[in-house]
């Protein structure tokens, strides 16, 4: 039976590009892993209490997800690319030159609650600083993934030219913009729900500040509004099942 469908691979250079992609990937997982510090450890130093132990318990369930993001970019995206080559290799009687050295990325630990109420500490101008840090961190992420990581998978066709070639590009593509998109959207949901939550505080203060007898300033509540938490919670949900076939398959 004949195909009609040819192949031009350059296997080593397909190799190179899977460690390529990993070096590409480690300093945008850095940047995901400073975004959680911040949040877990200089955020604490200017805010505590109960309106940032909500955003803590928000920032908790994307852990899991956000993982299964950083999983793909350094170990399953590139290891599939290298597994093409050494089998490309393999079937031309070769073995490859380059090896695939990859780490997995570390794992995140559970962001700890401050347990500080019913006391509140919180200063606006440092607590505004780390909030435009952290989404540095997250917007430099998102443009890796989108621009560099993902412009260097479409480019593998420098590498290798063929339908597989085009069926795994695709799906690689495809990944990194989910992947892409999540880290956006995580980044414009967290600064959409931690400044409400800085400004439900500042409006309590001056509202404090304004003398006035019977003062109503229960529309403060510091409870983040369901709209806004759901907005934040399901942008993961239907990533991360779709993460766990990916990764496993590709690992």
């Known amino acids: 039976m004949a195909f009609g469908f040819g192949v031009e691979v350059d296997y080593e250079g397909l190799a190179r590009r899977a460690n390529l992609l990993y070096n590409t990937a480690v300093p945008i ?16 130093e200017s805010w505590k209490g109960y309106s940032y132990d909500e955003l803590i318990k928000m920032w908790n369930q994307t852990i899991e997800s956000m993982y299964k993001c950083m999983f793909f970019i350094t170990y399953s995206g590139p290891n599939e690319l290298y597994l093409k080559a050494a ?6 009687h070769q073995t490859l030159s380059v090896s695939f050295e990859a780490d997995t990325p570390p794992k995140i630990s559970e962001l700890t609650l401050t347990n500080y109420a019913p006391k509140l500490r919180f200063f606006p101008n440092d607590v505004q600083n780390i909030i435009d840090e ?20 479409k480019d593998t066709k420098s590498d290798w030219e063929s339908a597989g070639c085009d069926a795994t590009c695709n799906a690689l593509i495809s990944t990194c ?13 967290f600064k959409g729900v931690a400044e409400w939550q800085k400004d439900m505080i500042e409006k309590n203060e001056q509202a ?15 409870t983040v509004p369901e709209a806004l938490f759901n907005t934040w919670r ?9 993460a766990d076939s990916f990764n496993e398959y590709h690992s």
């Open 29 to 44: 997982v850095n940047n995901v892993l400073s975004a959680y510090d911040k949040f877990n450890n200089d955020m604490k």
């Open 87 to 92: 089998q490309y290799a393999k079937r031309d």
């Open 134 to 153: 952290i989404s540095g961190d997250l917007t430099d992420a998102h443009i890796g993934v989108y621009e560099t990581y993902q412009g260097l998978v």
């Open 177 to 189: 913009g989910t992947v892409a998109e999540m880290l956006h959207s995580m980044n414009e949901s």
């Open 208 to 222: 404090n500040m304004e003398v006035k007898a019977g003062r109503d300033i229960s529309e403060h509540d510091a």
């Open 234 to 242: 399901n942008q993961f949900e239907p990533w991360s099942s779709w």
